[in-house]
């Protein structure tokens, strides 16, 4: 079977490709290493909806991030995926800082950001009450906001998933081949034929160009370790507190997130490892030292969990690549899409699809194309009453599984269930948080584990915290059967 | 109309079936327990171990045993119970939501209500330990129910941090079950445990307790592959030159128990900020009349034994306050000083209480201790004590005609004896 479009890597950026190409009619499938969608850099970022004011004027990451975040709002809300406009400040410390502040601002003039200004320190402490007093002002910016990345992700693919997208996991390319107008795209002995290429592919995406013959691009992983605290110290601030970025990055913010839960992060480190997951000491230190300096008294007894994510930064080259293979124009390579990545990601998948036209591809639009997806958390936020007539047609609704973020049994098992269906207890996790509260999981790891098992027609012991290689259990009891 | 009761008990484990009972036997007939499990017994059901009921029952029995000795007299004396039920909710008026597969949801106007929630795991992410995110990290709790409840294993080869009882405990069990355990790590250099759960689990099976100990690195990719353990300094920091790698492929997690009172901070009712649970006076009412709390929820204890103690005095208390009897008076407070972390009870509703059992855990491990309790400049009770450590709950008998004594303020006071 032929497909018109591979998109190799479910990122975010792949899986709103995934979802602007299923608006036409076209067979589009999307080739995913991992065992669930948004694993790589989208697993674990800042979910920051940027402004636009950070990139230099007249490069792809100005123009994109800027449209992007226009377009978040909107997309958020037919996706069902939480997103609040809760506004960002850039905090000057010093009057050399507010020199660099000021730049910012400049730079999101020129680049078209609405609503940037400029503050005095009292008026960041004013709106900020927590920021430590030596501020001295701050770039404000209001059409800044906050979205759950894997939670954008995950609504993404599902909804280009109801629209016909196919979706294949633990498919790992390894050769791609090139004959008479479409690759055949392998992962050891199965094979994908598709007329167009899309390489999403994040931190392998510089290997996956060089399998379409394309070698010059080198990706190098950049890790940023984060602090998660808990939902009682969400409203510490309410806008994302940024520091003055320097050559090294952003810096460590300060923020709510999508979830209402405090984040504190990233460091920002070259590494080897493109599968890093670990955390640091010093690392952790380094951001607690950091963060200090916004905000002094950050509750870390309140820390629930920390992690660390991958950035596919690229060598050489500041900006996005967004653009056509060199060797065969049919394959388009989307390169060091880091930071502002997230924000850009929906004007992303626009550009990939008129380039898919520039191309060649004939784009006809799809007259029962639905871009609209219900909430996983619809049963949460429903009346008593609701609530009630659902238990009525499935009691699973009534069952209690995960006691700290109160996730039922009905809707995990509509988690699993729902495209792009949840195959791990992390993709379980990811989805409707069941074991992401303060227990993370001692409660209800053995319960939802079971209904993994159940749903997706394994065996308990097959059951993986996040696919082949993670299984949870190494067998039975003495006694066990 | 809103269904009414006039003792609701939330939890359905050792502390609320005591309490029930003891209400039951105060007179009370209108008693729902809400239990969110399939069954009553609550924690108990997965300590398949012996050890329960010596000093309640005079003889060893295992969790289910010591559980099912209170869940058939629930059953005889006709006590109700909804199992599978979840609160979701409680309000300072005393208005239960809770929700099951068979009710939805639904709201109980209780007259009293005894809270007998139980507490948690501290897990991984509060621990802040760094390096890795495999599977094969587990609370001893989850470790314990894949073993006891599922008759599954979480693991083959296993090093456990933290020597609290459930840790220990299961450093034996895995061992019966044919994994090797490779150590337990203890970062502070005394156990969190009891001293006869570190002879019967650790010594009669020659696994080594290091004290003063950490995980500093977790390694591995899909599953654990092994822990870098590190001696700390005396600021708990790890040591690196004093670091060493085990391999292994799962790491269990014994480090603390917390009182789960989330439904108790949405009632806003304040809590003790060292045992995390309610502040109660000698009948374990809480600052709103007429709710009680009891059990693991109000202070972690040690013996499931003292936990039906308490949970008795709780639903007795509960059954006084729905037929009046609660005497009110002036109160007296209880401050802990010296090596005393903590007392519960931490008030006292009068001086004419009669004979309260004063609860309290030290922070330190204490050679030949005096305990003192003075009230301004007199001292009421001193009591010499041979040994004392953080794993284990004290207890101090206030006569009636001590407690008359008592005015304002009283203070709880360890220290050690110059040897």
Redesign the interface.
Known sequence: MKYDVAIIGGGVVGALTARELSRYDLRVVVLEKESDVAYGASRANSGIVHGGFDPIPGTKKAALNVKGAAMMEALAADLGVTYHKNGSMVLAFSEEEMATVRKLYERGIANGVPGISLLTGAEVLALEGRVSPQVVGALRCVSSGIVCPYGLTIAAMGNAMDNGVELRYEYAVDRIEQKDGSFSIYAGEECVEAAYLINSAGMYADRIAAMVGDDEYQIIPKKGEYMLLDRAEGDLCSHTLFQVPTAAGKGVLVSPTADGNLLVGPTSVAIDDRECRDTTVEGLDYIKQAAGKSVADIPYRQVITSFTGVRAALVGEEDFVIEPSKKNGRAIHLLGIDSPGLSSAPAIAEEVASLLRDAGLTLTPKKDFNGKRDSYHVFGHLSDEEKNEWIKRDPSYGHMICRCETITEGEIREAIRRNPPARTMDAVKRRVRAGMGRCQGGFCTTYVAELVAEENHMKPTEVTKFGTGSELLTGLTRGGN | MMEAREIVIIGGGPAGMAAALAAHEAGIRDILILE?DAALGGILQQCIHNGFGLHRFGEELTGPEYAERYAREVYAKGIPYAL?T?V?DISKDKIVTA???????FHIQAKAIILAMGC??R????L?I???????I??A??AQ???N????????SVVILGSGDIGLIMARRMTL??AKVQAVCELMPYSGGLNRNIVQCLEDFNIPLMLSHTV?KIHG???VTGVTISRVDENLR?IPEESQYIPC??LLLSCGLIP?N?LTKSAGIPLDRVTSGAIVNEERETDIPGIFACGNVLHVHDLVDYVSEEAALAGKAAAGYVLGKTKRGTGITIRAAGAVRYTVPQRLSTNEAGEVRLYFRVGRVLRGATITLTCGDTVLLQQKKRHMAPGEMECLVLKADIVAKMQDTVTLSCEEVAK
């Open positions: 969110r599978n979840m979701l929700i099951s597969e068979e009710r939805g949801v948690r795991e897990p991984r992410g509060a802040n760094p390096g890795a995110r495999p599977a094969g587990y609370t709790g989850t129910r894949f073993v409840i599922k008759g599954m294993m979480p693991g083959k079950e044919g500093s990719k899909g599953r790890p492929d799962t789960e989330e």
